[in-house]
């Protein structure tokens, strides 16, 4: 009998002090979401995602749907960043 509840553990290479955030993101992170993890506003995740400093998709191919984030490019903006 198999248990339908998975628990998504984190990459080894993620640093220590990323690993709770990680655990707790969506394979794909929303603006809403993202702005939790990054603590930014939705305007700056925006920009972020407009200069291409932050990879971002649309849930459809269209462009007319909402911001989807892939959780490696959260966790690799927030290894990138400078310390503040």
């Not at 794909?28 to 506003?41: K, P, S, V, W």
Request: proline share 10%.
């Amino acid at each position: 009998m198999s248990n339908n509840t998975t628990t998504r553990r984190p990459a080894p290479s993620t640093p220590d002090h990323l690993r709770d955030v990680e655990a707790a993101l969506p394979p794909l992170a929303t603006i809403a979401e993202a702005r939790a993890a990054l603590r930014y506003g939705d305007s700056t995740i925006r920009q972020l995602i407009r200069s291409g400093q932050l990879r971002a998709i649309r849930s459809t191919p269209t462009g007319s749907s909402r911001l989807l984030i892939p959780r490696s490019e959260i966790i690799r903006f927030l290894c990138e960043r400078p310390a503040a």
